[in-house]
């Protein structure tokens, strides 16, 4: 069974629409972060959780809200698509102590038209 | 603050030959730093990590990677090419105080038969 989850794996919407991605874990994790993935630019930061109660801004964070309804689920949103916000989304966990390291979902491929 | 260049966006390799990705970080503090691959259509998976123990770091598929702290670099490297070492790998640095990871914009491999 996979550790983080992410629903829906794909989705095709239009410009406008709100969105909502969810991501799931049973890796018992503290934190959460949401990750964009373009072609050529690597991942770049949305939002990150640290518990239920704080919740921060990444590098990309305008057009994005997101909510952590409890320690195992991080939703994001985008509440009118636009097409530059076509990419790959994913969600990762980690604990709360040392390195930091992270556990990433299977990611949700997005496609605004 | 932390950040992580890769040289070579691409890199193509013949089957049986050293694979060299490269990585450089800076960081104002000691650094955790990573190194994650993500075959097609899945998400990132960990290959190794350096967290301030042994320099010459081990992986899984047979990669290690070398932190030099004079060069400020952590290039990965594998003795002997395999076609299933065919994608892409994203170097990472744990960021200062709560931050979550930077990583760098990724390094798509490419083993020629």
């Known amino acids: 069974d996979a550790d983080v989850t992410q629903t829906p794996r794909n989705r095709i919407t239009k410009t406008g629409k709100r969105i909502m991605l969810e991501c799931s874990q049973t890796?018992?994790?503290?934190?959460m972060y949401w990750y964009r993935q373009d072609p050529g630019l690597g991942l770049q930061l949305i939002y990150y959780?640290?518990?239920?109660?704080?919740?921060n801004k990444g590098e990309i964070s305008d057009g994005y809200s997101v909510s952590r309804q409890a320690q195992a689920k991080f939703s994001l949103s985008l509440e009118s698509a636009i097409p530059n916000q076509t990419a790959l989304y994913f969600c990762?966990?980690?604990?709360?102590?040392?390195?930091?390291?992270?556990?990433f979902g299977p990611g949700t491929r997005l496609t605004v038209l | 603050a932390q950040s992580v260049t890769q040289l070579g966006s691409h890199v193509s390799v013949s089957e049986g030959a050293l694979v060299l990705l490269r990585c450089n970080y800076s960081?104002?503090?000691?650094?955790?730093l990573f190194w994650y691959v993500q075959y097609p259509n899945q998400g990132l998976q960990l290959l190794l990590k350096?967290?301030?123990?042994?320099?010459l770091v081990k992986g899984i598929n047979g990669f290690e990677a070398e932190f030099k702290k004079s060069e400020t670099s952590f290039h990965l490297t594998k003795p002997s090419a395999h076609m299933s070492d065919a994608a892409e790998y994203f170097c990472?640095?744990?960021?200062?105080?709560?931050?979550?990871?930077?990583f760098g914009s990724g390094t798509r491999l490419q083993v020629q038969p």
């Open positions: 990472a640095v744990r960021g200062t105080g709560r931050r979550a990871l930077t």
């Open positions: 350096y967290t301030s123990a042994a320099t």
């Open positions: 960081s104002s503090v000691p650094p955790y």
């Open positions: 959780s640290f518990d239920v109660k704080d919740i």
């Open positions: 990762a966990t980690s604990k709360g102590q040392g390195d930091n390291e992270q556990f």
């Open positions: 890796k018992g994790h503290d934190r």
